[in-house]
């Protein structure tokens, strides 16, 4: 007989892979819903306390326009129009206005590094303007840091306490007097906002250090270009008081404007002193040179030197331009020399007209020019031997050199003349020179005179620009939109802060759970068997905490509606469907990969289910090394199956004993632990054995050893009609599925089929929705969330 089992249905499901149902997954989650209601409560609750203790916190904005520029200007890029403009260096402004100085100034104006607040529930409020107290610190450095709060007794003393540590010290300090405390001298006054409904109410007053306000405020300070190439800003802040949100952003502008406009006056006024101190000494320098000039010419007796100073130096300058004329003349008459005597040129035309005064000169050249000429031409038809031409070259070379002597003449005469000019001139000039030395002094005095006017009227013209500009001096930036925004906070929203913590609530349960589920390699329900297996499902049994013990071995009950006896039910009706006229099912062996999976439970309980129909059940331990069974239903001392294998003699009768398991079913417990159970259960006496309880019993149910411990279970599997593999959920690992279905597919189990143990409704849900609803018509539907969920899923 071949025992492989074969289905042709394995190979496709080997092919399937293991999907992910967003439903199931969704299952999986609501059934642990208790862990989301506890999370969200959890975190909720922290959130909402968290938003209880934070402080609020406000934001103000406002809209300013710069007028002018305090650095340099810049040209913006060509318009359409090809027209250019000066574009506010609006990058420069907008990092002057956060710079740090600025900020300390404005703190400093507003005294907002003192802070007044109560408290409000868990809540820290900012009272501002609305503190019952100021406080003035007479004696303290900007960067102390320290708090202390006030407490009014009456009108006229307060309550003082500090805390070092864990230990409180208070004291009862007057209202508007100096008073010395651990930080420095200080006066404590009440303002407009103190009356009697503060007496007994603590506020807190803390100094902050200089330096770190001033990072707080920048930090939460934003200034934006609210459009490109335009000089608008936006300037907002936010902060735990409204009112000085505003207060620091009105008064941030306001210490601007005065900080450039004292830039500029500082530049208008240095230069008003400068100017100033230059004109008293222009004024005594040129009451100075005026009073010489009036002694000097009051000494000269009337007398104008400068006339004739100037006929003398106007004479030396017209010889100088007569003998510039002359040179020019010589210098033509010298050229002309050159020319004459250039043997090359002998018979080239002499210039004429060139500017030379004598006229015999010009005449003797047109003279030899014509002859040059008609002598040119009787050569120019080959007549050079003619008497002629002989003739005209003898008259050339006689008008050439008279020319050259004339030249000479000429040359000799003008050089005479630019000597007597120069003669002319040098006497002049003398003349000129030989004026008194009282002169030139005038001269200098008269220059000094004139310069020093120039540089008076002058520092008079900038004194009176320098105070226009002063008077005119404007503010940089000007406010278009006072400091606004909303009454209402925007840290922290309260639903945001709510619906944070339901977000962690939800997610952190779901990713747990899930990671769980992830990491999770057990066996937890039906479909992690059906996925990797195609043993066929007999059917699932759920968690019961009662275990076979004396009195109480079964969870079954015949007139029982739990989900226990339900189940044993299904596992019973699926027995008889796997059962045939050609194979009937009687020899049912129960086995598992290891200890603990459940089959002696399973075993007795299906006994007892069995029972309930009127049939004759028979319990047969074959587990002859342990005998679990036999112990459970103390039955371990007495005859049993080893006596019945080692002893022809033993018959069946005295091995049967009564079992308190349902109605009626008879046991066989093993007798004592045999030394060689295997060859005890190889010899025919064990097929005698099932042949007799064949004859008296219906159903006989074997509990057999775990299949891979030892070599029993395959030792008896030749008995076996229906061999229930029991797996444990929550117990074995899925790893091991690949090993039963080995088991399987190679028929080393008769008829072999898979009990699910001990699934827990909890783990079991992710994916298996194969229950057989059990207690239907019976029980009463849970009422609650979880029956709600319980009756959505089972649709």
Do not use: C
Not at 673 to 681: D, F, K, M, S, W
């Amino acid at each position: 007989m071949d025992n492989t089992n074969y289905n042709p249905y394995i190979e496709s499901r080997e092919k399937e892979g293991k999907s992910l149902n967003l439903i199931d997954l969704i299952k999986y989650l609501l059934l642990h819903w208790y862990w989301f209601v506890l999370s969200v409560l959890l975190f909720g609750g922290y959130y909402y306390y968290q938003y209880s203790k934070t402080q609020f916190l406000y934001s103000r904005s406002q809209t300013v326009m710069i007028k002018s520029t305090t650095n340099t200007l810049s040209v913006s890029r060509a318009t359409r129009l090809n027209s250019y403009y000066n574009t506010v260096n609006v990058a420069g402004e907008i990092l002057q206005l956060r710079s740090k100085e600025l900020m300390r100034n404005t703190i400093s104006s507003l005294r907002s590094d003192v802070s007044y607040s109560v408290q409000h529930g868990l809540r820290t409020v900012e009272l501002y303007r609305n503190s019952p107290f100021e406080v003035k610190f007479l004696n303290i450095k900007p960067e102390s840091n320290f708090s202390f709060t006030l407490t009014a007794i009456d009108s006229t003393k307060v309550r003082f306490a500090t805390v070092d540590g864990d230990v409180e010290n208070y004291t009862t300090i007057p209202i508007g007097k100096e008073i010395k405390t651990p930080f420095g001298n200080m006066v404590v006054d009440t303002t407009a906002k103190f009356t009697s409904s503060y007496y007994g109410e603590q506020v807190t007053v803390s100094k902050n250090a200089m330096e770190s306000m001033v990072g707080y405020f920048l930090s939460r300070m934003r200034i934006e270009q609210m459009e490109d190439d335009a000089s608008l800003l936006q300037m907002s802040l936010e902060d735990v008081s409204a009112e000085r949100a505003a207060d620091m952003l009105s008064t941030l502008v306001t210490v601007y404007n005065k900080e450039t406009v004292e830039d500029k006056n500082r530049v208008a006024k240095n230069s008003a002193e400068f100017i100033k101190e230059r004109i008293a000494i222009i004024e005594t320098e040129l009451g100075g040179v005026e009073t010489d000039l009036e002694q000097m010419k009051a000494r000269n007796e009337g007398m104008d030197v400068n006339t004739a100073t100037g006929v003398f130096w106007g004479e030396s300058r017209e010889y100088q331009s007569t003998t510039r004329g002359i040179e020019t003349q010589l210098r033509l008459v010298e050229l002309m020399r050159q020319r004459i005597d250039n043997t090359e040129s002998r018979n080239d035309l002499i210039p004429s007209n060139t500017g030379l005064v004598e006229d015999n000169i010009e005449a003797q050249i047109t003279e030899y020019n014509e002859v040059l000429l008609k002598r040119n031409r009787l050569v120019g038809g080959d007549n050079s031997a003619n008497p002629i031409v002989k003739d005209m070259d003898a008259a050339l070379r006689a008008i050439r050199d008279n020319i050259s002597r004339s030249v000479d003449n000429a040359a000799m005469g003008l050089r005479i003349r630019i000597r007597n000019l120069q003669q002319e001139e040098a006497a002049s000039r003398a003349k000129a020179q030989s004026l008194p030395a009282k002169q030139r002094m005038m001269l200098s005095i008269e220059r000094q005179q004139k310069v020093k006017e120039e540089l008076y009227i002058l520092l008079l013209n900038r004194r009176e620009e320098n105070a226009l500009n002063q008077a005119m001096t404007d503010d940089n930036l000007r406010v278009v939109d006072p400091p606004s925004g909303s009454e209402a906070p925007i840290y922290p929203s309260k639903a945001r802060k709510v619906m944070t913590g339901v977000g962690f609530g939800v997610v952190l349960p779901t990713v747990v759970l899930l990671l769980l589920l992830l990491l999770d390699t057990k066996v937890n329900g039906r479909k992690d068997i059906e996925e990797a297996v195609s043993v066929p499902f007999l059917g699932e049994i759920p968690f019961s905490k009662q275990t076979i013990r004396a009195n109480d071995d079964v969870v079954v009950n015949e007139q029982g509606r739990d989900p226990a006896t339900e189940a044993f039910r299904i596992l019973r009706t699926n027995i008889g469907f796997m059962s045939s006229a050609e194979r009937e099912i009687r020899v049912i062996t129960f086995t598992s990969f290891n200890v603990g999976a459940g089959k002696t439970f399973t075993a007795v309980n299906l006994a007892a289910s069995l029972t309930f129909l009127l049939q004759n059940v028979v319990l047969l331990d074959l587990d002859l090394r342990k005998g679990t069974l036999s112990d459970h239903l103390k039955l371990g001392s007495v005859k049993g199956v080893t006596h019945f294998l080692a002893d022809p003699a033993v018959s069946l009768d005295h091995i049967t004993y009564k079992a308190n398991v349902g109605n009626g079913v008879d046991v066989i417990p093993i007798g004592v632990i045999a030394p060689n159970p295997v060859e005890l259960l190889l010899s025919k006496r064990l097929d005698v054995l099932i042949a007799q309880l064949k004859e008296r019993y219906r159903y006989i149910v074997v509990d057999n050893v775990p299949i891979d411990l030892v070599a029993d279970a395959a030792v008896v599997n030749r008995i076996s009609e229906l061999t229930v593999f029991v797996v444990r959920a929550g117990a074995m690992d899925r790893r091991l599925l690949p090993e039963i279905e080995k088991i399987y597919r190679k028929g080393k189990l008769n008829n072999m089929a898979i009990l699910l143990n001990g699934i827990r409704k909890l783990k079991s849900s992710y994916g298996y929705g194969y229950g057989y609803g059990y207690g239907y018509g019976y029980q009463k539907e849970k009422a609650g969330l979880r029956g709600f969920f319980n009756r959505l899923f089972r649709r």
